[in-house]
């Protein structure tokens, strides 16, 4: 029998289990990229881009009183030939100074290159150029200085991530190690797991916690809200995680393979590292690093503009809602919104009742639970407009797979595969669901099971071109659809 470790110990002081082993195989990896929407990423690929543009703006400024159009340019073409940075963070500060002289060096050979070949070198005094082609490289240094000083405190504001490994052996034993030795995760290792007994894992050299064994991986996950699933299993034990994956999908932790690996049906794949530990990303979100910002400034600025549109048709729908029956304007219900957690969603209501139990009746064509008006609304998917609001507030976004009450959450994701991985982003107002076809109810596993399929698929192959469609094309599926009721 294993003897099993709490739910999760710190990395710091790990359990007094079996030694943790030996040389890496493992070396250097690409980038930097410990846990998801990492705050550490988001400044590292901004940083050197953002000192090369405020370092022309600066001499633009000491020059000239103000930016002129030809500063303007060259900042603008030193930010576009430098951005994302190269994360440097996992290197020894020499060979990140190494790193950035070498890039500096690149780029100053570009521009004065280009600047000679245009002539438009003769647009800047000889001492400004000269100013930044000292001062820069000086900047550079020291503002990755400052970052790798200020680094950890950036993580201890952001929190950190609950992590384990499926697999102690030789890849999960190394990444655990690096895990705890980098000044710069922001991951908190919980164990191991593992289906060998304790006397074998302590002969094989490793000291983390094992808590349990791989069957009990999801039930830990879902008691204990972990964020990150590295599995380490050998390709001989196929059949095994690919009832590990089956047992994950009920979960909304990200999971990701320690090489040896072995091809899957994957959302949002591709590799990474972890502590400059090569790993691959089975089933993640899309709006990780850039694609994050993207997706929110994305949010932010076509609700306001949406809402505000829409503000007076807005207070005459409240008006004609509140004097058509009795009842709230305003109808909230429970749904599962980003990592499986709880919000609050508004709709305008549409029915003489507010329900939001353990069990909830979808509604179907003829039901007299809706009011007149309410038909309309729902035909119309007028009803939904307040959810322009949860969108602001953050819960929602305008495109994504639509929320699903808690009662019917809780119902289909036993009985479908995969339904929980939808959660890996938040819930929107429309969806590639809902532009094929499947709007309204869902009175057959089978439709639900296409629903959660068209998730799935948005999810694989996010674009913000794929999201500026689904909002075309909503406008245009509403009025024609005869599925909404």
């Not at 543009?53 to 430098?82: H, K, Q, R």
């Not at 710069?184 to 983390?208: Q, W």
């Not at 939904?384 to 819960?395: A, C, I, K, W």
Request: proline residues 5%; charged residues 20%; positive net charge.
């Amino acid at each position: 029998m294993n003897t099993l470790a709490p739910p999760c110990t710190s990395p710091q002081t790990p359990a007094a289990s079996p030694l943790i082993g030996a040389t890496s195989r493992f070396r250097r990896a690409t980038s930097l990229h410990i846990g998801r929407d990492n705050l550490i990423n988001l400044v590292e690929i901004v940083l050197e881009p953002a000192i090369l543009t405020l370092s022309v703006w600066l001499i633009a400024i000491a020059e000239e009183g103000e930016i002129s159009l030809p500063y303007m340019i060259v900042s603008l073409m030193a930010f576009a030939l430098t951005f994302p940075a190269y994360p440097r963070l996992q290197e020894s500060f020499a060979r990140g100074v190494l790193g950035l002289l070498g890039g500096w060096l690149t780029l100053t050979a570009l521009l004065l290159f280009f600047g000679y070949a245009t002539r438009s070198l003769s647009l800047f005094p000889q001492h400004a150029i000269n100013s930044w082609l000292l001062a820069t490289p000086l900047a550079l240094i020291g503002g990755h200085a400052l970052f790798r000083l200020a680094a950890p405190w950036l993580l201890k504001a952001q929190g950190s991530q609950r992590a384990v490994i499926v697999g102690m052996n030789e890849q999960g034993a190394e990444l655990a190690r690096r895990l705890v030795r980098s000044p710069y995760s922001d991951l908190h290792l919980c164990g191991f797991f593992d289906d060998r007994d304790i006397g074998r894992l302590r002969n094989a050299g490793h000291d983390y916690p094992l808590l349990g064994r791989i069957d009990d991986v999801a039930a830990h996950a879902k008691a204990n809200h972990v964020h990150l699933i590295y599995i380490s299993l050998p390709m001989a034990t196929q059949p095994r995680i690919l009832r590990l994956l089956d047992d994950l999908r009920d979960t909304t932790a990200s999971i990701y393979f320690v090489p040896d690996l072995f091809i899957t049906d994957m959302i949002q794949s591709r590799t990474e590292s972890v502590c400059e530990m090569p790993v691959v990303s089975v089933c993640e979100t899309p709006f990780t690093g850039i694609n994050g910002l993207i997706k929110r400034g994305e949010d932010i600025v076509l609700g306001t503009l949406i809402l505000l549109l829409i503000s007076p048709l807005l207070l005459a729908l409240a008006i004609g809602v509140k004097l058509s029956s009795p009842g709230p304007v305003i109808f909230k219900q429970r749904r599962y919104g980003l990592d499986g957690q709880e919000i609050v969603v508004y709709k305008f209501r549409s029915m003489t009742v507010c329900e939001d139990g353990d069990r909830i009746v979808q509604a179907s064509q003829g039901d007299r639970r809706i009011t007149r008006l309410g038909a309309i609304l729902r035909k119309t998917s007028l009803d939904e407009l307040p959810q322009f609001v949860n969108v602001l507030q953050g819960r929602m976004s305008i495109v994504g797979p639509r929320p699903h009450a808690v009662a019917h959450n809780e119902q289909y994701r036993k009985l479908i595969k995969g339904y929980m991985v939808r959660h890996k982003v938040k819930p929107g107002i429309s969806g590639w669901a809902q532009i094929n076809g499947l709007r309204g109810e869902t009175e057959t596993l089978d439709k639900m099971k296409a629903r959660i399929d068209f998730d799935l698929d948005y999810l694989r192959n996010w674009s913000l071109g794929l999201d500026i469609y689904i909002i075309l094309k909503t406008v245009a599926v509403v009025f024609r659809d005869r599925h909404a009721y």
